[in-house]
């Protein structure tokens, strides 16, 4: 069975630092993997995906990811946190028979101080 | 606006009564999700319908829980006799078959009293 594990609740940064908030997998085929963001009172955006094709994902508002099998690793990083990416963000993976079903992790709250 | 709508954005009712919220997809979209987050968790899987068929219900859908995708279009999810428990945001999403994204709406919040 796939599953995710993000591995920090809550990490705090200043704007203008960079971000990471670290999620591992687990999954007996090929992910796919997914971080999506969601603001209070907003839905569930999605961030960025990795579907087998580049090992380094470019995502929305400058975020990326690096899928690394040998660490069954798929950290999100930003270079430069800025006030509006104080969110909850989760990592996902999909389930191996039908990509489109998700599997959530628990979430990680960022908050960004000024 | 053209994408995923739910309704309505909050409920609040006592316990034992029942409930029902829509989702209305992306237009054509042929695959609808619905899941079930609660506070400080992620978004759980409930259950799935492409087209008309429910294709597969999660062991947290209890006999309580029931979900319609008439047509194929909007869906609707009723929960019979609400507990405390039920209390939690109820996502919608949709995606075309095929798709590697999928589509969320707001979230209908449930609070059982």
């Known amino acids: 069975a796939q599953s995710v594990t993000q591995l920090d609740s809550h990490v705090s940064v200043s704007e203008g630092t960079p971000v990471l908030l670290r999620c591992n997998y687990s999954s007996s085929y090929s992910p796919s993997l997914f971080w999506y963001v969601q603001h209070p009172n907003k839905g569930l955006q999605l961030l960025l995906k990795?579907?087998?094709?580049?090992?380094l994902v470019k995502g929305i508002n400058g975020f990326e990811a690096e899928f690394k099998k040998s660490e069954t690793s798929f950290h999100l990083t930003k270079p430069s946190a800025h006030m509006s990416d104080a969110a909850e963000y989760f990592c996902v993976v999909s389930a191996w028979y039908n990509t489109d079903k998700l599997i959530f992790g628990t979430g990680t709250r960022l908050q960004v101080f000024p | 606006d053209t994408g995923v709508s739910q309704d309505p954005r909050h409920k609040i009712t006592k316990r034992g009564q029942n409930v029902t919220f829509r989702c209305d997809p992306i237009?054509?979209?042929?695959?609808l999700y619905w899941y079930r987050q609660t506070l400080g968790q992620g978004p759980e899987f409930l259950t799935y319908?492409?087209?008309?068929?429910?294709?597969?219900k999660s062991r947290l859908l209890s006999d309580r829980f029931s979900a319609e995708r008439p047509k194929g279009s909007f869906s609707t999810l009723e929960i019979q006799r609400t507990e405390q428990g039920d209390s939690a945001m109820y996502l919608c999403?949709?995606?075309?078959?095929?798709?590697?994204?999928?589509?969320f709406g707001q979230g209908t919040r449930l609070t059982v009293v």
């Open positions: 319908f492409q087209n008309e068929a429910q294709l597969e």
């Open positions: 990795y579907t087998s094709a580049a090992t």
């Open positions: 999403a949709s995606s075309p078959i095929g798709g590697t994204e999928a589509f």
């Open positions: 237009s054509e979209h042929n695959r």
